[in-house]
Structure formats: C-alpha cells, structure tokens
C-alpha cells in the first residue's frame, strides 16, 4: 500500500509540473546538470527540457516560431539580434564570460599556444564553425590576432558546434580550440593541463559575453520566469564558476 501510495503522489507530481524548453549553446552543456539539479531543489514542480546546438542555429530556429522559452547564448549577438526582432521580453543580459583553450590528445608542448599550431606535425586543427557558434568566431579572430591564420588556414577543420569540436579533437584533428568549460567533461578527466591543453591568451580575442533572453512566448510564464531569473542569481553564477567561466 505504501509503494502504490508513492507512486500516485510521484505521478501527480509529474502532472502538476509546469514544463518549459531552454534552448542553450553547446559549451553550456557540460554544466547544465549541475544547474538544473540546483535549480529543482528549489522549484521541483518544474520540468526543464534542454536543446543543445550552436548558437547561430538556435538564433535561426527562433526566428522561424521554435517553440522555445528562454535561449542561452554563447555571446550576445544573437539574442540582441532577436530582442531587436521583437521576440524577447526584455534585452538580454550576460550570464557568463566564457574563453578558449588550446586542447590535443597527443604529447605536445602545449604552452607554445599559437605557435605549436604552425608547426608541420599539426596537420588538422579543429574550430567550430565561424558563421554559427561564437567560439568559432573568437577562435578565427584569435587565430587572425596572432598572425597565423594564413599559415594555419588549410588545416582547420570545422564543428557545427564547440561539443563537436572537442568531438573531433577526440577522435581525429591533431589539436582544436575549444570552450574552457568543455575541460570539465568526463572524457576530459585523463587530460592534464600543461600538457594537453591549456588556455589561449585572452588578448587575442573579444571577451566572450554568453546572453541569456525570456522569448516572447513566455511572457506570461512563471516557470520561465523563475528559471530566468535563477541563471542570474548567485547561486547559479556559482555553479558556472566552477565549470571555467567567469562571471558579471
């Protein structure tokens, strides 16, 4: 009796709860767990369900009525852009400050940092793609910044996204650029810094302010709401802390 009484206070449970879908930039995934877990010991009754993709896709599947109710940028173009479009609620504001590493499986003299790339036994350097993930685009500058994109060039390799970046890194291109933040996956546990990976110097690209916006089809959510205002609390700046970003 006790189990089938369990059980009825779970599944009402699952039917009271108010769900609404984030859409988020892949860097963001690795930390997004840790998020939500926080998030739903203080609002249990809501159901968060997560869209991972790069920044510029997501922009573009907004923009064309997906049915998504706050979006997590990797910079803050883009959902300025959408704010301008009129499909936020309000302008978007900075929830973190994400930056690149430099990242391989192989044994290389990682701290060369721009220069190692250049070297002939790097033979495919992995960036997320320019045009969509914002990563990629702070990553070509960088490349741009320390004059070796037209020695490099031939070589790069391109992600939809930063999580398939790392993907490549970990499976096939010699050395990638990827979101600090992705050092705290699982895979990424065997690595130490110093020797495969280590941080690109922050000078040679604009400092990445990921923007977070409630998008007009929430408006009138509470849900929304409350998660919107969570990713700005301290607690959850705390939490991002932890996974390699920096924070307003």
Do not use: C
């Amino acid at each position: 009796m006790k189990i089938h009484v369990i059980l009825i206070l779970w599944l009402s449970t699952l039917l009271m709860a108010e769900r609404i879908h984030v859409a988020v930039a892949a860097n963001v995934s690795y930390a997004m767990d840790a998020l939500q877990h926080a998030f739903y010991t203080e609002h249990p009754h809501i159901d968060i369900r997560v869209v991972l993709g790069s920044t510029g896709k997501l922009t573009a599947q907004i923009q064309h009525g997906a049915p998504y109710d706050i979006f997590m940028a990797a910079n803050m173009r883009y959902p300025q852009r959408l704010h301008a479009l009129g499909l936020s609620v309000e302008a978007p504001q900075v929830y973190a400050k994400g930056s690149l590493s430099y990242f391989t499986t192989q044994e290389h003299n990682i701290t060369e940092g721009m220069a190692l790339l250049a070297r002939k036994e790097i033979r495919t350097i992995a960036i997320a793609n320019p045009k969509t993930a914002p990563y990629g685009a702070a990553s070509m500058q960088a490349l741009r910044s320390a004059h070796i994109y037209n020695a490099v060039k031939h070589k790069l390799v391109f992600g939809e996204s930063i999580a398939q970046t790392l993907a490549y890194v970990l499976h096939a291109a010699d050395i990638g650029l990827i979101a600090t933040s992705a050092r705290y996956s699982p895979k990424m546990k065997l690595f130490r810094h110093g020797l495969y990976w280590s941080e690109v110097d922050p000078a040679l690209y604009t400092p990445i302010e990921q923007g977070i916006v409630l998008l007009k089809r929430a408006e009138n959510s509470q849900a929304a709401h409350d998660f919107y205002t969570f990713m700005l609390s301290k607690k959850a700046q705390n939490i991002l802390k932890k996974f390699g970003y920096a924070v307003p």
